[in-house]
């Protein structure tokens, strides 16, 4: 199979959706002529012209409700967020229209819309661009969030989240933009809410999504040589969350483990707790345990910013906490 | 534009008439705790919504607006049982009773609400225009906000990018002289809210909102520049006569300041010239008004005998999706 590179699935999603239906267009900052803050709309422009194809000036908050405001007119549109900390500027858009307008209108206007872009951390970006708002958008009903950490799932779950009559959240990360991944010639379409597990193990269930994922899988290897047996359990949707998959494991290996890049208080890895402490009680050997970014906020400094981000030991260490080995 | 003529007076003040019994009516059930809520009336700004559906295209032309809301759909054209039994909470209301009073909306007239966050629907309003210049459409979106709504970062990002994408939008600030109880002089160093447009470089300017000819000649002149050019920004001063809603002591403001603006209420100013023009007989007048009072009558008994939702519909319309999981909240 060929193999591409994650900022190309997502190029590839939205190109070939906008050839199949004229009401789709991309719109954000730099999207156009600049090809896109980190290329993901390459080639686009010269494709399907600046109608299609819209730079914005920098007004999140604006571009997010003109885009809204045109999908209950009639339009799909994609909105690309540099980054979804910028997001923030244009979140009541969001919450208060994009998720409401439905049920606030009896069902008389939805509002078919992608919000794209990276989330979380992506080096030493500070505390401002390191965030992730997972958990914020997924609290919020009318909603649907998406976090690939694959190219071959952010092809798919894209093309499916632009077909979907719903708002969604699909977020992606400055970081996996150049992972290279195989993603077959010709279309396929993943659903929503659906998890995938992408790596079978008998001994504990490690669930997470998006680039932090890695950390889970470097941590699977080191402890398969310490006849650890992982299985992982990749989201790849938020919201709606896949209970089924991530219950179905816990009940084969009576230990979980969530692994999250986002602060703990209230977080997916709480949600995820809750419903496994609800549905599977029973099932469990250990308490569960849950990694997350430290409860600050993200700072500049190498040696600070290693202590705050999860990584593949403290992977290693909660997993060995769980199987109650040293 | 359609001329002004005997039919057109005595169209505005049935309808005008209507508006403000309407909402007359809304005020007093809502003291018998039928409506609940926040209640924001429109009373006293009648001239605003009579002189701009006069200037649309009813056929093809749109509207959004705030929270102060329930004469504009009605006035394009949706039943006004209707949207009295939304504030009822009653299936049978525009939204069946999932909006209420800050959020009616009729897609089939084209009102795209409705809506409770000052500002939010700024952006909105050019966003349909937008749809509308994307499909080749002609139709105009009127946008319509308060003297509140004008402070907002909203109007600015939206005014920028409506004038550099040159959309179909007339935006309509209602400056009815109050931003709940802060008045437009203590939020701006200057009260010329039309003059944010130029700006834009977007043509902009004043009207007197008292008086539905002289706004139905300013928002025809704006609606068909927008038709072909882009966006327009009229400033329609207005005048409410009610609280900024029910709660509202209106310390803010004097008993006399209010009487000033009532001897130049927008249906006396319409009455004045129907009996002056003789366009209709005192008899025939109170036959509009019996006509006017059994119709807000008809609305109240709709709304009272209407049954409330099913409670499965709260999980009916917040997904296109049919199935979607919701969380169980409760055993």
Redesign the interface.
């Known amino acids: 199979m060929r193999t591409i590179q994650f900022r190309e699935a997502i190029c590839e999603a939205m190109s070939e959706e906008m050839r199949r239906d004229e009401?789709i267009?991309l719109m954000g900052e730099e999207v156009a002529e600049y090809n896109g803050a980190y290329k993901a709309s390459k080639g686009m422009l010269d494709e399907f012209g600046p109608?299609r194809v819209i730079d914005?000036?920098i007004?999140e908050?604006?571009?997010?409700?003109?885009?809204?405001?045109?999908?209950?007119?009639?339009?799909r549109p994609i909105v690309e967020y540099m980054t979804f900390n910028f997001s923030l500027v244009g979140i009541?858009?969001i919450i208060?229209?994009a998720a409401k307008?439905?049920?606030?209108?009896?069902?008389?206007?939805?509002c078919?819309i992608v919000f794209r872009g990276p989330t979380a951390s992506a080096g030493q970006l500070g505390a401002t661009h390191s965030q992730a708002f997972e958990n914020w958008y997924a609290n919020t009903?009318?909603l649907k969030v998406i976090v690939p950490s694959t190219p071959y799932d952010a092809k798919g779950l894209l093309k499916a989240a632009i077909r979907?009559?719903?708002p969604v959240i699909f977020m992606e990360s400055e970081q996996m933009y150049g992972d290279k991944g195989e993603v077959p010639e010709g279309e396929y379409v993943l659903p929503i809410?659906v998890a995938e597990i992408k790596r079978e193990g008998t001994d504990v269930t490690i669930v997470s999504f998006g680039k932090i994922i890695k950390e889970a899988f470097k941590a699977a290897e080191i402890l398969e040589k310490e006849n650890i047996s992982v299985e992982i359990v990749d989201l790849r949707t938020v919201r709606?969350m896949d209970h089924d998959t991530i219950l179905k494991s816990v009940k084969k290996t009576n230990r979980l483990v969530i692994l999250e890049e986002a602060w703990p208080f209230a977080s997916v890895a709480s949600e995820i707790t809750y419903q496994v402490q609800e549905q599977a009680f029973d099932f469990l050997d250990a308490p569960i345990q849950r990694i997350t970014t430290a409860d600050t906020p993200a700072a500049y400094s190498p040696v600070l910013l290693e202590e705050w981000l999860p990584n593949a030991n403290d992977v290693v260490k909660a997993v060995k906490s769980v199987m109650y080995v040293k | 534009m359609k001329e002004i003529t005997k039919e057109t007076y005595l169209k505005w003040y049935k309808d005008m008439l209507f508006w403000r019994k309407f909402e007359d009516k809304l005020a007093a059930v809502y003291i018998q705790q039928k409506v609940r809520g926040f209640l924001h009336l429109y009373n006293g700004q009648e001239a605003v919504l009579a002189g701009a559906l006069h200037a649309m295209d009813l056929t093809k032309d749109?509207m959004?607006t705030a929270y102060r809301n329930h004469v504009q759909p009605i006035g394009m054209g949706v039943d006004p049982k209707r949207v009295m039994a939304e504030l009822y909470g009653k299936e049978t209301?525009?939204?069946?009773?999932?909006?209420g009073s800050m959020?009616i909306?009729?897609?089939?007239h084209r009102f795209?609400?409705?809506?409770?966050?000052v500002g939010?629907q700024?952006?909105?309003?050019?966003?349909?225009?937008?749809?509308?210049k994307?499909?080749g459409s002609d139709a105009v979106t009127l946008t319509c906000f308060g003297d509140g709504a004008a402070r907002q970062?909203?109007l600015h990002?939206?005014f920028?990018?409506a004038m550099?994408w040159k959309l179909p939008v007339v935006f309509v600030v209602e400056n009815n002289g109050y931003a709940m109880g802060t008045s437009v002089k203590r939020t701006a160093n200057h009260e010329d809210i039309w003059k944010l447009g130029l700006g834009y470089d977007m043509p902009s300017k004043p009207v007197d909102g008292m008086n539905p000819v002289k706004v139905a000649e300013a928002m025809y002149e704006a609606i068909e520049h927008a038709r072909k050019d882009g966006p327009y920004f009229l400033e329609v001063k207005t005048y409410r006569y009610r609280g900024h809603s029910m709660s509202d002591a209106q310390s803010y403001r004097t008993k006399d300041e209010v009487a000033e603006y009532k001897k130049i209420d927008p249906i006396t100013q319409v009455l004045d010239v129907i009996k002056k023009e003789n366009y209709a007989t005192d008899d025939e007048i109170k036959a509009i008004n019996k006509e006017v009072k059994d119709k807000v009558d008809e609305c109240e008994k709709f709304a009272e005998e209407s049954p409330y939702p099913n409670k499965q519909l709260l999980y009916?319309?917040?997904?296109?999706?049919e199935d979607?999981?919701?969380l169980k909240h409760r055993l």
Not at chain 2, 93 to 99: A, E, I, K, N, Y
Not at chain 2, 122 to 132: N, Y
């Open positions: 009401s267009f109608k914005t000036p007004a908050l604006g571009f997010a409700g003109i885009a809204i405001g045109s999908a209950m007119n009639g339009n009541d858009q208060n229209n307008i439905r049920q606030m209108s009896g069902g008389q206007f939805n078919p009903p009318g979907d009559d719903d809410g709606p | 749109k959004i209301g525009t939204s069946h009773g999932m909006g959020h909306f009729s897609k089939e795209y609400g409705g809506h409770g966050i939010g700024i952006p909105l309003g050019a966003g349909i225009a937008f749809a509308d994307y499909k970062g909203s990002e939206t920028n990018m550099l009916d319309v917040v997904y296109e999706q979607y999981p919701f």
